[in-house]
């Protein structure tokens, strides 16, 4: 039984260690990339702090199995309960500051329209504040995540209101619906000639130029941190999972302890 449990908490750990090295390598790509890592800094550290963690509490499970020594796995188990209650926190977190904000569904049209005000304070605070938006918005336009609705120049606005657009293609590269704008083409709209159908501050920031659009549109903001929303949630769904495995490592980690020292305690008994 001890053997098997052995071989369960060597194979756990080592695929712990290695989703802690995919999780450092991932962060790293973003932080090298210059147009992701400004347009996707929100997973970089968590994913690095994840990464880390993973990789240092697997390494010494890894030691502590090897070497058999109840230092080592007492070590491994205090840090590994330290982990597991920092992810459960933080996976918490997560789904409360995601909680709020979803895309507004449109009749008869095939994408969403998203409004800044819908999601939460920390998240608006934190990743659309003035300054971070300066470097967003730079990665937006650098990375050219208008193109696939640019490249639909020539369809009909019946057909352009059925297509499919991410939430930052909603939110950044047209005026919002309810602005009342004549369709042209998909990137280029005119405001009608008494103004704007509804007062909004989205419908005078549009611009046709194709390094404006509507990039400092509350709309763009709103579609970026519905990107962040969904990252953050597949994020946390993955932690809920690495916490159920961190968990069966406890036990499995108690229970050597436990084996060790009755293992101590019969070899001093029979011993010489």
Not at 92 to 102: D, E, L, P, S, Y
Not at 226 to 234: D, G, L
């Amino acid at each position: 039984m001890a053997r098997i449990s052995n071989g369960v908490f060597t194979v756990i750990n080592s695929l712990i260690l290695i989703l802690g090295l995919v999780s450092i390598g991932a962060s790293a790509y973003l932080m090298t990339h210059h147009s992701s890592s400004l347009c996707q800094k929100a997973l970089q550290l968590p994913l690095f702090i994840l990464g880390v963690s993973l990789f240092v509490v697997s390494l010494l499970g890894l030691i502590g199995s090897c070497c058999e020594k109840t230092f080592w796995i007492k070590i491994y188990s205090c840090l590994n309960f330290l982990l597991i209650v920092g992810i459960i926190c933080f996976t918490i977190f997560t789904f409360v500051v995601t909680n709020k904000g979803a895309g507004k569904v449109l009749s008869k049209i095939g994408y969403r329209e998203y409004r800044l005000g819908d999601y939460s304070n920390w998240l608006k605070n934190h990743f659309v504040n003035q300054k971070n938006w300066d470097q967003i918005r730079s990665c937006l336009i650098d990375a050219h995540v208008c193109h696939d609705i640019h490249s639909g120049v020539n369809q009909q606005v019946a057909d352009f209101y059925k297509a499919k657009l991410s939430p930052v293609q909603s939110g950044c590269c047209k005026p919002p619906t309810n602005c009342g704008f004549e369709y042209k083409n998909a990137t280029f709209w005119i405001a009608p000639g008494s103004g704007p159908d509804v007062q909004d501050s989205d419908c005078t920031t549009w611009s046709n130029n194709q390094n404006k659009y509507c990039y400092d549109c509350n709309s763009c903001k709103g579609g970026f941190l519905a990107n962040i929303k969904k990252e953050w949630r597949i994020l946390a769904i993955v932690l809920i999972f690495v916490t159920i495995f961190l968990i069966i490592l406890y036990s499995l980690s108690c229970f050597a302890i436990r084996s060790i020292h009755q293992s101590h305690s019969k070899y001093s008994k029979f011993g010489p």
